[in-house]
DNA sequence: TTGTACGCGTTATCAA
DNA sequence: TTGATAACGCGTACAA
């Protein structure tokens, strides 16, 4: 069924058919009628391949993403799709891997598939490889980027405040009496640099000294959990400590429930992005809420209103809050 | 750059270029050099769309899914969008929510975007409302159910073996010594469904009287564990339980953990489908792997051969697997 | 208010 | 081995 076979059936030309199809004016009212019964009758779908080879308009967007397993990042593409279907966007989902390589070709090809714009999700993206990919493939359309930025005429960045957010947690631990505090995690992306950085920052204004493990894998157990063991041959004197995930968090309460070592009195742990793991691992995470699905909305509005021509704020931030469970002491009533 | 644009470059026709970028034969090696270093240098791009609109083929798969965020679901998302790019598709993913409102008006749009197959994730989809879409909006192209089925020309289905595994289990937790052995979960898709009428029959074949709670949510903290508690107070003896899901394995080990009772010495715990969730709770959950991974993949080719005219079995049945963790008690070594 | 004719970028058919 | 030409399904200026 193509507006032809309907312009046919209705004795009118294609025209009169597409107008009618778009609600545009300039029809009378019992064309409009009789079209769209036959519309109606023969169930009829636009073809928007077509549409967009004449308006230059796909309503695709393309989502790029590492690794949608990752549950941080599958909260985002979640409320990036929902959102972006309900504005009339349809998202073409690529796991882009976290090689660079992939990165770029995953570009490519989005470009090739003319998407209206691209939602890149993860601080991962912020990087030299796919700033060129953009300024060459993707130099006419809108790049969103989730809890990253790239400083680019057509880029923009919605953030979370990881920073200041560790700090807070920082001293949220000393004020609940935890003297020691510790940093584990990854230093692979700018996301996770600037965790370690709020954590120093904190530390180190307090004039103690940092006691910081370096994460090279993606979780403790494929490591045998080294660095924790490592963490405490270095500084045993530690009595709290904060991962860059909630996943690591989750895994330590496995650590210290075995060797005997009391979670929240005698070790605090805190992760970061309030994810599902939290609530399942006793005891209980206290975490660093980053507010992924307001992220994913704001993200996938700022694509949406850019593309409506409505002028947006090339940077914003979301102010992350900490949720207090189990795993830290709670606050003292005097 | 269009090839018409590099067609007036190199001086020859718009056809030939577009043979040469499609590699088909019958042009001079000569003219062939000529025409593939003026589209390397000017870095064209075939438009896909203008291509479909000719061919009659998008090169684009619709992945629907009842929502992302489910762990299970994930797994089984990732592994098809993964394969279907290395094959030559690209993936448009809808989340369609629970409601079979949404799953059909996903599939109209799916339809409308002119997608080549479609891949459906989750036994949810195996309903009465999806059915007539998929002869209403979708007759004409190849549907992949993954762990579901419907009985049509176009449709084909993967599925786990959960009927059996649950057997499985429950003949597992007797060989492991535990005697009251309950079963905790949701009745709402065929899949969970099924995995009851597995504990039924191991049980009943073994003469021993059903220990089964319905869930009517998707976690067990939300009701706050009532499903728990009713079952100790309907069947105190309970000495071990399986979970239609891990999440809710998970969630059952901090409710025990808090009640001293002890886990896997007084009550066995056994969850379904190996998710990330079965490694971070302590103690570590037991589970029935159904090999997500394995059957994203092969969702995903079957999708692909069948698009490729390759004959395909319409129902094929990927076997389970238990993956023992700490959660029940170890075999004991005579 | 409606229809004609053309363009969007590509492939396919046929003739040269 | 190559090139003209039509076709894919739709939008739109322009003419009627």
């Known amino acids: 069924m193509t507006i032809y076979d309907i312009a046919k059936l209705a004795g009118v030309s294609a025209s009169t058919v597409s107008r009618v199809v778009n609600g545009k004016p300039g029809v009378k009212?019992?064309?409009?009628?009789?079209?769209?019964?036959?519309?109606?009758?023969?169930?009829?779908?636009?073809?928007?391949?077509?549409?967009?080879?004449?308006?230059k308009v796909t309503q695709m967007v393309g989502l790029l993403i590492a690794d949608v397993r990752n549950a941080h990042y599958t909260e985002l593409a979640y409320a990036v799709e929902t959102h972006l279907l309900r504005s009339g966007y349809c998202t073409i989902i690529v796991n882009s891997g976290e090689e660079t390589d992939g990165m770029k070709s995953s570009i490519q090809m989005l470009r090739q598939r003319k998407v209206d714009g691209v939602i890149m999700i993860g601080s991962i993206f912020q990087n030299d490889v796919v700033s060129q990919a953009i300024t060459h493939f993707l130099s006419d359309v809108p790049v969103v980027i989730a809890n990253g930025y790239l400083d680019k005429e057509n880029v923009y960045g919605v953030l979370?405040?990881?920073?200041q957010g560790v700090q807070k947690c920082v001293e949220l631990l000393y004020e609940r009496r935890y003297r020691h505090v510790a940093f584990i995690g990854k230093k692979n992306t700018v996301s996770n640099?600037?965790?370690?950085?709020?954590?120093?920052?904190?530390?180190?204004?307090?004039?103690?000294p940092l006691r910081e493990i370096?994460?090279?894998?993606?979780?403790?157990?494929?490591?045998?959990?080294?660095?924790?063991?490592?963490?405490l041959r270095l500084y045993p004197e530690t009595d709290a400590i904060?991962?860059?995930?909630?996943?690591?968090?989750?895994?330590?309460t496995g650590f210290f429930g075995a060797r005997q070592i009391a979670v929240p009195e005698q070790m605090g742990?805190?992760?970061?992005?309030?994810?599902?793991?939290?609530?399942?691992?006793?005891?209980q995470i206290t975490t660093l809420d980053n507010k992924m699905a307001e992220m994913g909305l704001m993200v996938a509005t700022t694509l949406v209103d850019v593309l409506n021509g409505k002028p947006k704020a090339k940077r914003v931030m979301i102010l992350s809050e900490i949720?207090?469970?189990?795993?830290i002491r709670k606050e003292?009533?005097?």
């Open 193 to 208: 640099r600037q965790k370690a950085e709020g954590y120093k920052n904190a530390v180190i204004s307090r004039g103690e």
């Open 29 to 55: 009212p019992k064309t409009v009628n009789k079209v769209r019964k036959l519309l109606d009758q023969y169930e009829f779908q636009l073809n928007v391949n077509a549409q967009s080879l004449s308006t």
């Open 214 to 231: 370096e994460l090279h894998s993606s979780t403790l157990m494929e490591v045998d959990y080294q660095p924790l063991k490592e963490l």
């Open 242 to 252: 904060i991962f860059s995930n909630d996943y690591l968090a989750c895994e330590a």
């Open 332 to 334: 003292v009533r005097i």
């Open 323 to 327: 949720i207090e469970r189990q795993s």
């Open 160 to 163: 979370a405040d990881e920073y």
């Open 269 to 283: 742990l805190v992760g970061i992005n309030n994810d599902r793991y939290c609530n399942i691992s006793c005891p």
